[in-house]
């Protein structure tokens, strides 16, 4: 396929998860309101449908025999997620809300940095994979016992109440906004590399920024009402991240071992991830001003891996 119908295509396929990403808000906020689902732990739950496509990559690169490609895509989603798509979308709307509760935010951000702990020695070995597994389901407790406090408790779903039907189209239209994701990575990374990109700078921004879509899409839609959706969606896909890299570790037939430049890359990523909680405990939103931090440790995020690479 040519440049120009790459571009093309590129477009409609953004334009498609744009309505899409309509779709699943909609659903989202309907089934909430009727199951009596706290905004945030909604957001949580929806975080987690939105991260098929680092699921997919995953599994792809663990039987390829390639899972440094999903561990540096987990690692520069999450800062895709926090320095740039959290970022744009506080500077855009000025004011951000985060969450009244504060217990399962420390918590999660916690979990967020004990990827860059455990692999301080340069690798994640079996032992570092299950202590990513537990603290994965140790956060969503807390974050569920959070919510629990202020009155949500896990409903009974009646099959007259149009639940079952709202859950099926979420699924669907999740589903199709990975698919369409997919598309667009395999579209942009030939594209990008034709331009004469560096291939970590396509790994970090195209690929990351890539399989972020439906959250980007997501939290764009959702942003236009002023709850903690669009915080709560991302943060749900980010927690997934390190869950999945455990899972990683898990398959692979010997630890995942590091490059001599991860430490400072990670230690880029430890403050991008510090940064977004130490803003969402402060104020409970986010203003532009830490939108703009955020967004300028993203750069320096990238610039950096590139000149490690």
Not at 272 to 290: K, M, N, T, W
């Amino acid at each position: 396929m040519g440049s120009a119908l790459s571009v093309i295509a590129i477009v409609l396929l953004f334009l498609l998860i744009g309505r899409l990403a309509g779709v699943v808000v909609s659903r989202a906020r309907a089934l909430g309101t009727r199951l009596g689902i706290g905004t945030f732990f909604l957001g949580v739950l929806l975080g987690l449908f939105t991260s098929a496509p680092e699921a997919a990559i995953a599994i792809n690169a663990a039987a390829a025999q390639a899972p440094s490609l999903s561990a540096g895509n987990l690692i520069g989603g999450t800062a895709v997620l926090f320095g740039l798509i959290a970022a744009l979308l506080a500077i855009r709307a000025g004011k951000l809300p985060v969450h009244e509760g504060i217990s399962g935010l420390a918590a999660a951000g916690a979990y967020l940095l004990l990827p860059v702990i455990l692999a301080l020695d340069g690798s994640l070995s079996l032992v570092d994979a299950l202590a990513l597994g537990a603290g994965y389901f140790g956060v969503l407790v807390l974050v569920y016992g959070a919510s629990r406090r202020q009155g949500f408790a896990l409903p009974h779903v009646r099959l007259t109440d149009g639940s079952p039907r709202d859950i099926l189209v979420l699924i669907a239209a999740t589903a199709a906004i990975a698919l369409c994701a997919a598309a667009v990575v395999r579209l942009t990374v030939p594209l990008a590399a034709a331009f004469g990109i560096p291939e970590l700078v396509i790994g970090i921004v195209a690929y990351s920024l890539g399989t972020n879509l439906p959250e980007l899409m997501i939290a764009a839609r959702a942003s236009k009402r002023p709850d903690a959706l669009p915080v709560a969606t991302l943060l749900g896909s980010a927690l997934a991240n390190p869950f999945m890299l455990g899972l990683l570790a898990l398959s692979a037939d010997r630890p995942l071992e590091f490059h001599d430049g991860f430490r400072a890359v990670a230690a880029l990523y430890a403050a991008i991830v510090a940064l977004f909680f130490v803003f969402a405990r402060s104020g409970r939103r986010f203003h532009r001003g830490e939108g703009i931090a955020l967004f300028a440790l993203y750069v320096a995020f990238v610039l950096f891996a590139s000149r490690v690479s």
